[in-house]
């Protein structure tokens, strides 16, 4: 037996104080349980789909008025008897409520569950069960489409006309083994390259669309780095227009990395304000906050990174580098230095000139040398930060496909579709080496694996069981 049959329990709500909390029952024992818990009616003679009042009692104690609503199997979410119980949003209530559903019986529902149940009740397919975690997970508009668009079956929809056709055609082959004496051959291999080319094309773009999936489902992490001082935090606060980030113009005050959503046209960017970074540092905790850049850098997507004119303090550096500087206790010259090395590094990272109302021709100039294409603002007084909105809209989306229809998201299925992939690369080579028809099937049966376990028909329990844990309690 795949799964157990025992009565599974969850608070199918947000945990925490809300105007109704429900608490979702499903198994065979379901409408049993709750009839124990239930004064008011006789919840075994009601139809399906009703919703009935009462109260929730433990013995004589009334612990809340709630409303119970029936789902007969195979008529439910799970495709099991399933109960809701909604009850006012108490955290105490919701307690004592489960509480005496497993005392009666229920087993507390492990994560992804009733979801699991529903996929092996066959009332929907894996790919489809997946994209349940992501529309409840959706933040944003894009998210919340491509996850629907898995839901209603989109995704598997595309996948299985393509596994029906290469079924068919394997079928064909088959029946040529057996007929193999009269050497006849029943599979066209002209339409079947065309079926090949065809499936090869659906799953690149399936293949494509992952990188958008994963942008609109993920969001893009923008990492903030640069000297201490340079404005990173006051750069985030511009960006979000909130006063998030503590600034000063002492150098070294933000200590830790702080992390913050921002939302650009319907994507999602993760900014991430960093500790400045100096080339050596005498001071442990600035250190730390330095090693947690770095780090910041290698997991970003893109990295702004934040120059300004510092202030040198000092007369020796006038005199050394700075005699032409119209501006001689400013210089912007160590700061660029910094900047070669971290674009040395990473090809993410984009070049932001901040304290632009501090600039001076000559500066420009010797920014202009070594980065042509920086971008200049002033977060302090807010301008330049839309020019810098779309400069990050438009690198995101710069090496995305965004595609109409089917998007995938997921990250098992982009494995799995690149295995397919090669599967179709392999049955052509095979076709045009003049492979013998039972080595075709064979790679066939390969291909068709690959895509069964996009939609679960080919899976294992340690999988299933793998994809339903990453999923909360009570879905
Ligand atoms: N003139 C001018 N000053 C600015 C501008 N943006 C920020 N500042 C000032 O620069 C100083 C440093 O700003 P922060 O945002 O704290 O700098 P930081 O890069 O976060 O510094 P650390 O956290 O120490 O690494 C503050 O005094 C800001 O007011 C600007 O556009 N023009
Ligand atoms: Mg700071």
Known sequence: ???????????????????????????????????????????????????????????????????????????????????????????????????????????????????????LNGKMDLAQAESVADVIASQTASAHQAAMYGLRGGFSHDLQEIREELIKFSALIELELDFSEEDVEFADRTKFFELIEGAKAKIQALIDSFKFGNVIKNGIKVAIVGRPNAGKSTLLNALLNDERAIVSDIAGTTRDTIEET??????????????????????????????????????????????ALENTNNEKNKHSILEDSPNPY???RFALMDAEDIFEQTNKAILVVNKEDMLHD??????????????????????????????LYNRAMSDVHATEGAIVTNARHQAALKETLQALLDI??????????????????????????????????????????KFCIGK
């Open 362 to 391: 000559f500066d420009r100039q010797m920014i202009a040398h070594k980065f042509p294409n920086a971008q200049y603002l002033s977060a302090k007084n807010s301008i330049g930060i839309s020019e810098l909105k779309q400069l």
């Open 1 to 119: 037996m795949l799964f157990s049959q025992e009565t599974i329990v969850a608070l199918a709500t947000p945990p925490g104080q809300g105007a109704i909390g429900i608490i979702r029952l499903s198994g065979n024992d379901a409408l049993s349980i709750a009839q124990k818990i239930f004064q008011g009616k006789d919840l075994k003679s009601q139809p399906s789909h009703t919703t009935h009042f009462g109260k929730i009692v433990d013995g004589s104690q009334v612990i809340d008025e709630v409303l119970i609503t029936i789902f007969r199997a195979p008529k439910s979410y799970t495709g099991e008897d399933t109960i809701e119980i909604s009850c006012h949003g108490s955290s105490y209530i919701l307690q004592q409520v489960l509480n005496l559903c497993t005392q009666q019986g229920a087993l507390l529902a492990k994560p992804g569950e009733f979801t699991q149940r529903a996929f």
């Open 330 to 332: 400013y210089t912007i």
């Open 262 to 307: 921002l939302n650009i046209n319907g994507i999602i960017f993760r900014l991430i304000d960093t500790a400045g970074i100096r080339s050596h540092s005498t001071d442990a905790i600035e250190n730390i906050g330095i090693a947690r850049s770095k780090k910041a850098i290698e997991a970003a997507d893109i990295v702004i990174v934040l120059v």
């Open 428 to 469: 052509e080579t095979g076709m045009n080496n003049h492979l013998s028809g039972d080595l075709l099937a064979l790679d066939i049966r390969r291909c068709l694996h690959f895509l069964g376990t996009i939609t679960g028909q080919v899976t294992t329990e340690d999988k299933l069981d793998y994809i339903f844990s």
